[in-house]
């Protein structure tokens, strides 16, 4: 079955750019996108069809992607933006998620 | 508000069953694509299953084919996930999450309801 792999963690200094991969055979066919989840909360979109950010969403969140890897990237990292990202596609009519990033703010 | 609430978690044994609902309001219920998304304690998450807007197709993940069911009543705006034969690996608090077709990316989570499997 198709798989998405993340960096289990990544870490940046406030104000500094941040940027979380996620791997994936076929990604390049398929749009990927991200979601943001802090503890004891339910996920939230970031960034949606690889690069299109929701309503609300900060600027600083941005997406790219090339050939099978899609990033996410988060410029002037603030400390509220610490929280596991989770990068999800579509496979065939089914859904699959990466195994998460948690990212720490130091 | 935009608001999808989950309820009909709680401690099941291994082997029974147990019913999930989700009610929505705030948003046009039967113009969204419905899911089950799953995370297991310290886990990541896990897609469970798939209703289309009208109900007429649905999809699961094989770790549940067979023993879930997803159904939706858009004249009551819910959602629903019948779970029969309830393993340990089960254990998870399960989110519904809707996706507007045109963004094909969940823009509408639940708080999550705890399924506890447990003898």
């Known amino acids: 079955s198709n798989e998405l792999t993340q960096p289990p963690s990544v870490s940046v200094s406030p104000g500094q750019t941040a940027s979380i991969t996620c791997s994936g055979d076929k990604l390049g066919d398929k749009y990927a996108c991200w979601y943001q989840q802090k503890p004891g909360q339910a996920p939230a979109l970031v960034i949606y069809q690889d690069s299109k950010r929701p309503s609300g969403i900060p600027e600083r969140f941005s997406g790219s992607k090339s050939g099978n890897t899609a990033t996410l990237t988060i410029s002037g990292t603030q400390a509220m933006d610490e929280a596991a990202y989770y990068c999800q596609a579509w496979d065939s009519s089914t859904i699959i998620f990466g195994g998460g990033t948690k990212l720490t703010v130091l | 508000q935009v608001q999808l609430v989950e309820s009909g978690g709680g401690v099941v044994q291994p082997g029974r069953s147990l019913r999930l609902s989700c009610a929505a309001s705030?948003?046009?219920?039967?113009?969204?694509?419905m899911h089950w998304v799953r995370q297991a304690p310290g886990k990541g998450l896990e897609w469970v299953a798939l209703t289309s807007y009208d109900g007429s197709n649905e999809y699961y993940a094989d770790s549940v084919k067979g023993r879930f069911t997803i159904s939706r009543d858009n004249s009551k705006n819910t959602l629903y996930l019948q779970m029969n034969s309830l393993r340990a690996e089960d254990m998870a608090v399960y989110f519904c999450a809707g996706a507007q077709v045109r963004i094909g990316a969940f823009d509408i989570w639940g708080q999550g309801t705890m399924v506890t499997v447990s003898s």
């Open positions: 705030g948003f046009t219920f039967s113009s969204y694509a």
